[in-house]
């Protein structure tokens, strides 16, 4: 019953923009810290972003300038804001509650040149 579902993914050229979402549901939303993921085929995954419960915020060095995570607690909602997307930005991102260690199947990013 603790979940997060992403949506938003698709299929882009370089320099669009995209916006994610990550709908929670099971658990206290607002007092839990959330971070987006990305892993790309062959790579590791890798942090892109994370927004505490308090709104602080942190980014990859490879997204930042073209990434705004943020967060509606009216909704249980964290959204990933990408402009400006490259081939590189191409993987399957992914939502995590912090606190318990808990992902979404994620979504697809792919982004062509």
């Known amino acids: 019953q603790v979940q997060v579902v992403e949506s938003g993914g698709g299929s882009v050229q370089a320099g669009g923009s995209l916006k994610l979402s990550c709908e929670a549901s099971g658990f206290p939303f607002g007092i839990s810290d959330m971070a987006w993921y990305r892993q790309a085929p062959g790579k590791q995954r890798e942090l892109v972003a994370g927004?505490?419960?308090?709104?602080?915020?942190n980014y990859a060095s490879s997204v930042k300038g073209r990434c705004a995570i943020s967060r509606d607690n009216a909704k249980d909602t964290v959204l990933l804001q990408i402009d400006n997307l490259k081939a590189e930005d191409t993987a399957v991102y992914y939502c995590?509650?912090?606190?318990?260690?808990?992902w979404g199947r994620g979504t697809q990013v792919t982004v062509s040149s």
């Open positions: 927004i505490t419960a308090t709104g602080n915020t």
């Open positions: 995590k509650i912090l606190r318990y260690g808990v």
